[in-house]
Nanobody, 115 residues
Framework: QLQLVESGGGLVQPGGSLRLSCAAS????????MNWYRQAPGKQRELVAT???????NYADSVKGRFTISRDNAKNTVYLQMNSLKPDDTAVYYC?????????WGQGTQVTVSS
């Protein structure tokens, strides 16, 4: 059973930065794609960034050039570095891993961008 725990959220001013972390417990973390999603109030959950087992990355258009996803397989951890934050980035951020027909989610971490 895979468990994912996010951390690093908080309140930040527009233009600021945060780094989110997602620590995974369980085996074979490095073999699977990791995703970061976010969900703002009243909106659907959206995919923000993806990183493959080989380190290839993909981003939503809304965060390209501002967010960077990375992973440390030795620590079973995936990161999301968020720079130049905007009020529209305010959301609960979730990490996710899909293994076959099972999808695993963390509990989420709140990011609020406000002056």
């Amino acid at each position: 059973q895979l468990q994912l725990v996010e951390s690093g959220g908080g309140l930040v001013q527009p233009g600021g930065s945060l780094r989110l972390s997602c620590a995974a417990s369980g085996s074979f973390f490095s073999m699977y794609v990791m995703n970061w999603y976010r969900q703002a109030p009243g909106k659907q959950r959206e995919l923000v960034a993806t990183i493959t087992s080989g380190g290839s990355t993909n981003y939503a258009d809304s965060v390209k050039g501002r967010f960077t996803i990375s992973r440390d397989n030795a620590k079973n951890t995936v990161y999301l570095q968020m720079n130049s934050l905007k009020p529209d980035d305010t959301a609960v951020y979730y990490c996710n891993q899909i293994r076959g027909k099972y999808g695993y989610w963390g509990q989420g971490t709140q990011v609020t961008v406000s002056s």
